[in-house]
């Protein structure tokens, strides 16, 4: 706070005892000036006196200091505790003492404190100095602590400021009675910033650090927009319209989700504005920014298909469990729907929360028949059949050895061409394949050394204990460890990239839930 006036007068009435209600004054000045509470500037001052006293009159000493809050007064006493035997004869004093002091005090007893009242002090050069630092302490983290409480209740707004320097990339800007920091990552690519411009960013994060508070803003993040919609749309600041989601590549596109309970409003047309004026404010504020305004709804095909426009698609496939979409397109609309770089599907990916795998219609037929050639093959080897009979069974449903064991003659013979005697050789052969497999895998798992609590783990198959075993997974503590996304795969966002992590059994369809199960029922073995 610097050497503000206020030290040198209070201290030079403090030493010279001179007009105490002037005093009062100076400190209900201060108190205003710093948006501060005037009790803690008189407390500090309180601090500063009985800091001096004590280097005065003895550092052992139990010193009070007390400034009177109507007159100005300074009262500077020294307490001594009465005790039956004194140890400390600085801070105690017998009953017997006590008494002589206090005559006039009957009821004076053992655990009571009594007060000797001490000259005022001739406040020296280093006295003087000390107190200054005292109270320029406590009036600076009070005055920081006002600011963080002020700045807290800020966090998920926009703030605006004057840009004050430029620091290695990032910018720091005044917001009046704080400074906040803009990062180099969070801002508008290729946005060029000047000292003295005026600036809005969304504040992200206020913190309170042992050096002082810390507010980041950003113009990079994705609330950013959302708050410019809320101040920009009086549908969305009352809470007629509703922000669902938003997903932004800054500076380049974004895409925004909205949403009204009330059918006769249109929550695109009210964001756009007559004649784009709404989204074309926030457009400038985001430097030519395109902003896709997509409509909400819980049809997730059609929810999907808007996110991706303008390409006009076939067919959704949604996998729930793994938050998962298959978009199957003709060639012509693929490069809309991915678009450049990528960036149209990244957005959508972000905007539904699913991740989204784009194939033609061409490349969804492959697909397909390479899985049926696939399921067949395994069944030709598992139940030594031809390829006609593995065509026939994995085109009436039965895609693998496990369903065939589990089915019943009776389901098996429903297709045409196999009777009741062939549906039980196959459930016999399939049972056999199972087992063979299963002893297999046994030996594998000792060979691998992996645990027999995480063997006998319920719902974990010897499919995926071979993999965590060679992925050197091979206690329940290990298993335990693990997240699901380590499990089932998922995104990671790195300056603002979503990156695709792999999962150790993602080739096995776990859902997320399935994925957390599995780990807590993990934990509950190894740390009980």
Known sequence: MGTSPFFFRSVYMLNRGLDKLELLRIVEAVANEKSIDKE????????????????????????????????????????????????DPAREITLSEAKKIKIEDNELKVGAKIYEDLPQ???????????????????????????????????????????????????????????????????IPREILKTGDRVKAYCYE????????????????????????FQEVPEIYEGTIEIRSVAR??????????????????PVGACVGMRGSRVQTIVNELHGEKIDIIKWTEDLPTLISESLSPAEIQKVLIDQDNKRIDIILTEENLSKAIGRRGQNVRLASKLTNYE????????????RQAEFKDRTETLIKNLEVDETLGQLLVSEGFTSTEEISQATPEDISKIDAIDEETAK??????????????????????????????????????????????????????????SSDELIGGFDEIKGK???????????????????????????????
């Open 498 to 528: 979503k990156i695709r992590i792999d999962g150790y059994l993602e080739e096995f369809s776990l859902s997320r839930k399935e994925a957390d199960d599995l780990i807590m029922a993990a934990r509950e073995i190894a740390y009980n």
């Open 40 to 87: 803690l500037v008189i407390g500090s001052m309180e601090s500063a006196i009985q800091k001096a006293a004590l280097t005065k009159f003895g550092n052992d000493n139990n010193i009070e200091v007390v400034i009177d809050r109507e007159s100005g007064e300074i009262k500077i006493q020294k307490v001594l505790e009465v005790v039956e035997t004194v140890e």
């Open 121 to 187: 002090i001739d406040f020296g050069r280093i006295a003087a100095q000390s107190a200054k630092q005292v109270i320029s302490s406590r009036v600076r983290e009070a005055e920081k602590n006002r600011q963080y409480k002020d700045f807290i209740d800020k966090q998920g707004q926009i703030l605006s400021g004057i840009i004050k320097r430029l620091e290695y990339g990032n910018v720091i800007v005044d917001l009046g009675k704080a400074e906040g920091v803009i990062k180099k990552d969070e801002l």
């Open 425 to 482: 050789e196959l459930i016999n052969r399939s049972k056999e394949t199972l087992l063979k497999e299963k002893e297999a895998i046994a030996i594998k798992l000792k060979e691998l050394g992996v645990d027999e609590k995480l063997i006998n783990l319920k719902g974990m198959t010897q499919g995926m204990l071979v993999i965590l075993g060679q992925k050197n997974i091979k206690k329940i503590s290990d298993f335990a460890d693990l």
């Open 356 to 367: 989204i795998d784009i194939l033609t219609d061409k490349e969804d037929s492959e697909r």
């Open 206 to 229: 206020v913190k309170n650090e042992l050096k002082g508070h810390q507010i980041f803003l950003s113009r990079a993040h994705p609330q950013f927009l959302a708050r410019l919609f």
């Open 249 to 266: 590549d800054p500076g380049s596109r974004a895409k925004i989700c909205v949403h009204s309970q009330d059918s006769s409003i249109d």
